[in-house]
């Protein structure tokens, strides 16, 4: 609504506190273009080198307020370039290729092995060799089994044939092979099932979306009690990552979808050589309240590194103290990024640079033992979060309390025991980047499909894509590991207190040991 002179108060009290409302709505409205601007356009680095460079190269917040965003106070005095790394080497195959890969030798003989002089025969001096990467596209094939019948001319109670072998989907037309790489195309290379279709004709075989659908359901049934077992070994972990993201559920009754959870539960103890493999499980939920996680994590105690979400709060509250929660420091870092992108705030800067520099400390000890990490943060970091604290503590006062930058310090300073908690545990990690790293396969498989098509789609999804990330994860090859798996289970080698033989870290040391036996 437009103000008019007709309606602005007389009173000089009552003009001055509509001006200063104004203004603040004016400056929430410019912070809100400026961070949907750098959402659209912007870079997605949090590093400092990276917000520091131009963000934008069309500046929309000039072109619909005409007003340019004031410079810093500190503006007269030269801004400090960060510290240039090193590049790292690229990861590059020069001078040979990797040695477990299979050679196909072509010879190329001269077109004549005659002296051009006299006319003797040349005999080989040498050779040069050179190679090349090649590939074989996927070729699709019939497998015909076949059983023979052999009988005893003598009796007629003498036949004998082999056993029909048991098959993942009993009278299909699909093996185990072919349903393991639609498989692991969906779920670890993000290829939606249209596409795979559309790859099939492409090579002579009409299957629809549906039949490709089918196999999928199927597959995650026999891996049910392994994905179970999975996610019951992460959760039985001292230290566990949790986080949640949005995954919407076709809902047929009102043509259209809903939005569900996908919870991911995550352990990895790598950076400290810890005994928890890394590993990574999906859980489908309808909501992400209490009541969801809860369910999950019934019996769980110890650590819970999260960010600073309600319900993992309201999860350590109802189970006293056997859960702490160690929450993100990049979670609090970011806002003080979103701050400086959009504001140019020097103080968010200042605390950009003081979190760089725990980062820092952290880089220098992953991989260390736990006590050693200890020791190094209670001697480096303590002091730097401590002084950080204080920063903290004495700007607050002074700002808007509805700024965003006041929005910033308040969570921080609201999640501060749960923040510096890795301080007094070598084992805790600074952030909950590997959760967070382990939903992006969900995000990317979320962009690629758009939705699933059920709830039981959905909880096949989970189960899936659980396996498979974690086989990635442990630089394994997904269809290798899901075939032989699958062959595992279908035939019956594997039995139910045997299923821990197939878990991906199991799985690899038991090739591993199988290779260096035949070396």
């Not at 072109?63 to 080497?89: F, I």
Request: aromatic share 6%; glycine share 6%; proline share 6%.
């Amino acid at each position: 609504m437009a103000i008019r002179p007709e309606t602005l108060p007389t009173d000089v009290a009552a003009l001055t506190e509509m001006v200063l409302a104004l203004d603040a709505e004016n400056e929430k409205l410019r912070v809100t273009m400026r961070t949907l601007n750098d959402m659209i356009f912007g870079k997605r680095s949090e590093r400092l080198a990276a917000i520091v460079a131009e963000q934008l190269a069309l500046e929309l917040n000039d072109l619909a307020t005409g007003v340019t965003p004031a410079l810093p106070a500190n503006d007269d005095a030269p801004a400090a370039k960060p510290p240039v790394k090193p590049r790292k080497k690229a990861r590059r195959n020069i001078g040979a290729l990797p040695k477990h890969l299979p050679r196909c030798e072509q010879v190329l003989e001269p077109d004549t092995t005659a002296c051009p002089c006299c006319a003797g025969r040349l005999h080989k001096i040498g050779e040069d060799v050179s190679e090349v990467l090649d590939v074989i596209p996927a070729i699709l094939r019939v497998l015909r089994t076949i059983r023979p019948k052999y009988g005893c001319r003598s009796c007629t109670d003498g036949v004998v044939q082999a056993k029909v072998l048991p098959r993942l989907i009993e009278s299909g037309m699909a093996s185990t092979a072919l349903v393991s790489h639609v498989v692991v195309s969906k779920f670890a290379w993000y290829l939606p099932l249209y596409r795979q279709v559309q790859i099939l004709a492409g090579q002579g075989i009409q299957l629809d979306r549906a039949t490709l659908a089918g196999w999928v359901k199927r597959a995650a049934w026999w891996l049910k009690s392994l994905y179970e077992l999975q996610l019951k070994t992460i959760q039985a972990s001292p230290r566990l990552f949790c986080d949640e993201t949005p995954m919407p559920v076709l809902d047929p009754g009102r043509h259209r979808t809903r939005t569900c959870q996908f919870w991911a539960h995550a352990m990895d103890d790598r950076p400290w050589g810890g005994p928890s493999p890394p590993a990574v499980a999906y859980v489908f939920a309808d909501g992400r309240g209490t009541e969801e996680i809860a369910g999950q994590l019934t019996a769980f105690s110890g650590i819970l590194q999260v960010d600073g979400y309600a319900a993992y709060k309201a999860l350590a509250r109802s189970h006293g103290g056997a859960i702490r929660l160690a929450f993100c420091l990049a979670h609090a870092r970011r806002k003080f990024v979103e701050v400086y992108k959009t504001m140019q705030s020097p103080f968010a800067r200042e605390v950009i640079e003081r979190l760089q520099a725990v980062y820092a400390i952290e880089a220098e000890i992953r991989g260390s033992p736990a006590e050693q990490r200890l020791a190094v943060r209670r001697a480096r970091a303590t002091p730097l979060m401590e002084e950080l604290k204080v920063r903290l503590n004495t700007m607050v006062g002074q700002l808007f309390s509805q700024s965003k930058l006041a929005e910033a310090i308040n969570y921080a300073l609201n999640h501060w025991d749960g923040l510096t908690l890795f301080l007094s545990d070598g084992r805790i990690e600074v952030d909950s980047n590997t959760v967070e790293r382990s939903m992006r396969p969900i995000a990317m498989g979320r962009r690629n499909s758009l939705f699933s098509g059920s709830e039981g789609g959905a909880e096949s999804w989970a189960i899936l894509a659980s396996l498979v990330n974690t086989a990635k994860l442990h630089e394994l090859d997904p269809q290798a590991y899901l075939a032989d798996v699958l062959e595992c289970i279908v035939s019956g080698r594997t039995k139910s207190h045997q299923l821990h033989e197939l878990l991906a870290w199991n799985w690899k040391a038991a090739r591993a040991r199988g290779a260096q036996a035949a070396a």
